[in-house]
């Protein structure tokens, strides 16, 4: 079983640094990444650079997970955690000092930010796996989740605002430039505090046991599936509809005012899960939400229009929390059954991270080669509608994890390696 901090009827002091730290990341990811999409195309009004600086995080981000489990392999998840942060800091103080030329500098800044969350990932899920166990993983992640969209419901209309009124004050791009200080600033602190956390050892890693996981615990597979499919969908649609939503909402302090409206949905919805939901609710709580979030792709594309904007928001906004938090402990559940569990449990997450990017460079990938005979704007509503059935195949996947490893059976596989 994993190293357990916490206890059924609540969290350890581990596991609340992780909602801490986490809580950190998101405020910046909120602050700077949700608005660093439509910096550059402003910069630039070409959702070609934007697919390109996301497909170039998106192959670092592996490669990230890889290096850490080999140049830093006697180090704890609190390094790695700390070296991510201070990536991203340095990707948004960049595009600060770079400005509008920023569009160009696209490449390295990929790069840059690619190794950030890749490092900072690598070690979230080392801690999450050592601080929480079947008992507590739910609150877990309902108790993480409601803190992350109480900051959507804060922050995005906070930088929205600023980004609108910077404009008037020093320019354009004036306002852009104190969103990313407070990101980076945020980073820093968050830095000081990953500091404190003690965890995530692993005595080596092996990359071969990491491909070959599955092999050995054969509702891995499952997850591997998931992940493609989660990698294919998450990384386009986000990027897409984040340009979608600037172009229907005209401005970034509406933009920044239609997130903060659905991150109060969200923090209702995750405080309720945190609170009432058990192991034998997951996959039907995941299936409703899976069917809003599909739901949520076909209203926006078909009809483009603000109203069609809202009900897609307030889909998103219910299903999300629904879906995430039900199946976020399941891959979680499928480690423990491993006796090695304890040494093999950054294999498995590499694992988990290389289908992830894979999905990942698929989709962009297939964005990049469309963009150039096709209408930008209809492949994007295209776009959505593709990644929009992800949720469904998740959820399909992970049933068939729980239809074949039990709750009570966390220990099925033999001992032999």
Do not use: K
């Not at 998106?58 to 997970?65: D, E, K, N, R, S």
């Not at 490449?107 to 929480?132: C, F, M, Q, V």
């Not at 992350?148 to 430039?177: C, D, E, H, K, M």
């Not at 509608?385 to 220990?411: E, N, Y």
């Amino acid at each position: 079983m994993s190293g357990v901090s916490g206890s059924a009827v609540g969290l350890g002091g581990r596991a609340r640094a992780m909602v801490a730290i986490h809580a950190a990341y998101t405020a910046a990811t909120l602050l700077a990444v949700t608005f660093l999409s439509i910096f550059l195309w402003r910069a630039g009004h070409d959702l070609t650079l934007i697919a390109l600086f996301t497909g170039l995080t998106t192959l670092t981000i592996p490669l990230a997970f890889v290096l850490n489990g080999v140049v830093f392999r006697r180090a704890g998840a609190g390094t790695s955690i700390r070296l991510g942060l201070a990536a991203l800091g340095l990707t948004y103080l960049a595009v600060i000092g770079l400005g509008q030329s920023a569009v160009h500098w696209v490449l390295p800044l990929g790069l840059l930010r690619g190794l950030g969350e890749g490092w900072y990932w690598a070690g979230y899920h080392l801690a999450t796996y050592d601080s929480t166990d079947e008992s507590n993983r739910d609150r877990y992640f309902g108790a993480q989740a409601a803190v992350n969209w109480l900051l959507t419901a804060l922050l995005p209309p906070v930088a929205g605002a600023t980004i609108v009124a910077g404009s008037r004050w020093g320019g354009a791009y004036f306002g852009y430039q104190v969103v990313f200080g407070a990101a980076a600033l945020v980073l820093a602190g968050a830095v000081v505090l990953a500091g404190r956390l003690e965890c995530g050892q692993r005595p080596a890693f092996s990359l071969r046991e990491a491909v070959v996981v599955g092999r050995r615990n054969a509702p891995w597979r499952w997850v591997t599936w998931a992940r493609l499919a989660d990698g294919f969908s998450g990384s386009l649609s986000g990027l897409v509809l984040t340009v979608l939503t600037f172009l229907l909402l005209r401005n970034e302090q509406q933009v920044g005012t239609f997130n903060g409206l659905l991150g109060l949905i969200g923090v209702a919805i995750s405080v309720g899960l945190a609170a009432f939901m058990r192991p034998r609710y997951r996959i039907p709580v995941a299936l409703v939400g899976a069917a809003m979030l599909v739901l949520s792709t076909l209203v926006l594309p078909l009809y483009l229009s603000a109203t069609a904007l809202f009900a897609y928001g307030v889909l998103r906004a219910f299903g999300g929390p629904l879906h995430g938090n039900a199946l976020a402990p399941i891959a979680l559940q499928v480690i423990d059954r491993d006796p090695r569990a304890r040494d093999r449990r950054y294999e498995y997450i590499v694992h988990q991270e290389l289908c992830l990017g894979a999905g990942r460079v698929l989709s962009i990938g297939a964005f990049l080669l469309l963009a150039a005979p096709v209408d930008q704007l209809l492949l994007s509503r295209i776009a959505i509608v593709v990644c929009g059935a992800a949720p469904m195949v998740i959820l399909a996947m992970f049933a068939q994890i729980r239809a074949s490893v039990p709750a009570a059976d966390t220990r099925a596989l033999p001992a032999a390696a």
